[in-house]
């Protein structure tokens, strides 16, 4: 009988050995969540961007480890090094020198950027101007209110007249979502886009006109009128459209383009992927260049 107390006892220590994991999980582990409070309080992240754990090990510096952890920042996954001692106590952020050599940026390694899957975008739920089949797809997270996303999409409808065949582009709506306002204004176009795709492209050169930019900056009351005025002019059921909001289906359509949205960590507009590559500069018809001379 003892034999067998014993034996079993040995396969017990063995499964314990090899089969459990040989170290605390990053979600467990004092160092690496003080690394991350670290990161996400320095830099005033916010809580929902996220931040990966890849390895902890030692450093160069006696007592403490080097933990490196991966943020991902819309376009791309940014490697950074902090240093946390043993007892989690302590924390350094910064570069590491050793003998006149950068070890932090030669551990870090570079950002590596990251393309989005275009089916990701959800193109077929949102207005869309332009073949299928062009060259160039642009989806434009974009407000009315913003006096920047006017200039851009200025910009970009000259550029189209010019390459017609070339140039397919997708309207996302992104108000300021901390804005009463804007979010009432954002939800009565999207009432439109729940009603009828291409119902919106009239509101939405409207919006984008001199006259436009005054009533949404300043005539709040008015808004839903005139927006109800475009859709009767256009022959477009006014008493659906409205249904449609009563309903709540203008709402939940605004929501998921801001879902979208933050999903791709968008904070502010115009923000305009081409062919899944975040565009980090200004649009101008040598970028869209750029974008047909490329080879698929």
Known sequence: MPKRILTAGLVLI???????????????????????????????????????????????????????????????????????????EKVIVGNLFVSGENVTKKETGEAQIRKIDMKDLEITKSPVRGPAQAKITIVSFSNFQCSHCLETWNTLREIMAKHPKDIRYVYKIFPYVKDKYSMELAEAVAGVVALN????????????????????????????????????EKGFNVETYRRILEGGKGKRRLEDDIFLAQKFYITSTPALIVNGEFLREPLSEGVINRFLEKKN
């Open 14 to 88: 063995f499964i314990s050995l090899f089969l459990l994991p040989s170290r605390v999980s990053a979600e467990d582990d004092k160092v690496v969540l003080e690394a991350m409070w670290a990161i996400r309080t320095l830099h005033r992240l916010s809580p929902d961007l996220p931040i990966r754990f890849v390895e902890k090990k030692d450093s160069p510096i006696p007592g403490f480890y080097a933990v490196k952890l991966l943020l991902t920042v819309q376009d791309k996954d940014v490697p950074v090094i902090v240093y946390v001692d043993k007892e989690a």
């Open 197 to 232: 795709l291409e119902a919106f492209w009239s509101v939405h050169d409207y919006l984008f006109s001199e006259v436009g930019q005054t009533l949404v900056k300043d005539a709040k009351g008015e808004f839903q009128n005139r927006v109800e005025q475009i859709l009767k």
